[in-house]
């Protein structure tokens, strides 16, 4: 049977919850265990779909086209696994199916209640992750013990322990020892609080993650053991890594992996653990020394979570390649006509991600164009390539005024547009194409080059498309359509053109796939091209001191 570690958090948020999680997750895969992960969101949304980016950073689909928590994106990247849906969710989705239940008549007359209706429905979509195939199910509860919301979850999985037994389950508690200046000295009261919290709910943990800037005394070690009565090697200590690729390496010199295997009872010599592949990942990522500046043309720039899934994309592909990819966050408003130019120009590439809404549309337009004419290497994504198309519409195929319908619904060119005119959109959740949708790539194309094949999958979110009836006047233009939907053959996947180092995009979101060891191909395709901007610009700027 599946083994379960639940992951909580106190003292703060931000503590990086999910990196810890995920990277004992790389760690336990490690062991040659097979592990899967899941978020409990105790927010009542009933997915993230609906939150604002700015508020909750990006939301991160899956194959099954849910969506999902930014976290569950760090636990594909380090778990290299993919998740589904149901590794997410959240009290509205618990409510709601509870709720639905009741309507049914399936509680039999019985007055619902927390405990024990909502509780054993957390603790069903817990059990459900266990599956033969898995030996080890992680759970992040989201959230800090101490908020109100957290409380039904917290009784769930105290409860769970009892059912599936001891040697089953494992709880670790993420806690911040603080170091205070004025006294000089790493403080442990906020752990001790913390725990004194986790345990008002009846959950002891069974390892204790500290986060801290600096490495603390053993001694402190020692005082939170005694003082949490935990077994001291279970007090893990887990300083700020120069970056988040150490994090796994930085856990299991402290012991992490060791002391969880031995709690779960999965410690035989089967289960040693080999790092050398990570330790490869981290090589490449501390040998990336040229250095490649990629804007992220956005509109939620002041909250990078909010790309988080893209700046990563950017960052594998720079790390097999050598290069050091530097993301510039530029504000899409402020990417006008003759202000194009100096915002652009330094750049090595650009990306034109995802987004709704009208604000900075325009100046992804702008870019777009900038890009093109000036042939600065430019990847767009979903909304991206709305803006690329209309680029191209208005300025290369004469369709003035050419527009995306989400942003002017009376354009008399409405190149991007809904296809599904029959579904009137009256709720706002889960009304878009999303998930795997497989594309057929135009043999020859671009695109086919750098994916090395001419059937792919990629993830999708959006519900506007490029619209049919205008690809005939497009293409005549110039615009490549590399790439269709592959059953309906119409919707346009992948755009692209010939006599450009780099003008690509696609209607999906192919930053969700992409691994710290296996890059995306199309963010790769950026970074070379980008690699090769910044090389030829060097010795130019060489010359020109010769001049002088
Ligand atoms: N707003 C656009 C649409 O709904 C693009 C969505 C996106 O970029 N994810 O089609």
Known sequence: MSKFVFVTGGVSSSLGKGLTASSLGRLLKCRGLRVTMCK???????????????????????????????????????????????SNATTGQIYSA?????????YLGK??????????????????????????????????????????????????????????????????????????????????????????????PDVIVCRSEQPFPDSLK???????????????????????????????????????????????????????????????????HEVVRVGVIGKYVNLPDAYLSVAEALRHAGFSLGARVEVEWVQAEAVTGMLAAATLDGLDAIVIPGGFGERGFEGKVASAAYAREHG?????????????VVDYARNVAGLAGAN??????????????????????????????????????????RVAELYGEETISERHRHRYEVNPRYRGRLEEAGLVCSGVESKDNRLVEFIELREHPFWIATQAHPEFKSRPDRPHPLFSGLVACALERAQSRTPRLLDLDAVG
């Open 222 to 288: 020692r005082k939170i053991s005694l003082l949490c009565d935990v077994a001291p090697e279970a007090v893990v200590s887990a300083v700020d890594a120069p970056s988040i690729y150490e994090i796994p390496l930085v856990l299991h010199a402290e012991g992490l992996d060791a002391i969880v295997c031995d709690l779960l009872r999965l410690d035989g010599p089967e289960h040693e653990a080999d790092l050398s592949g990570w330790v490869r990942v981290l090589d490449r990522v501390n040998a990336a």
């Open 98 to 106: 509870v709720i639905a239940k009741e309507r049914r008549g399936d």
């Open 376 to 388: 600065v290497p430019c990847l767009g994504l979903c909304l991206g390539l709305h803006a690329m």
């Open 111 to 204: 007055t619902v209640q927390v405990i024990p209706h909502i509780t054993d429905e957390i603790k069903e979509r817990v059990r459900r992750l266990g599956r033969d195939d898995v030996d080890v199910v992680i759970v992040e509860v989201g959230g800090t013990v101490g908020d109100i919301e957290i409380v039904p979850f917290l009784e769930a999985i105290r409860q769970f322990r009892r059912e599936v037994g001891r040697d089953n389950v494992c709880y670790l508690h993420l806690t911040l020892v603080p170091f205070l200046p004025t006294a000089g000295e790493h403080k442990t009261k906020p752990t001790q609080h913390s725990v004194t919290e986790l345990r008002s709910r009846g959950i002891q």
């Open 40 to 86: 409990l969101d105790p927010y009542i949304n009933v997915d993230p779909g609906t939150l604002n980016p700015f508020e909750h950073g990006e939301v991160f689909v899956t194959d099954d086209g849910g969506e999902t928590d930014l976290d569950l994106g760090h636990y594909e990247r380090f778990i290299d696994e993919n998740l589904h849906r149901d």
């Open 404 to 445: 995306s319908r989400e942003m002017d619904p009376v354009t008399p060119y409405g190149v991007i547009d809904l296809m599904n005119d029959q579904l009137e959109v009256v709720e706002k959740g889960g009304t878009m194409r999303l998930g795997a949708y497989v594309a057929r790539l135009q043999p020859g194309s």
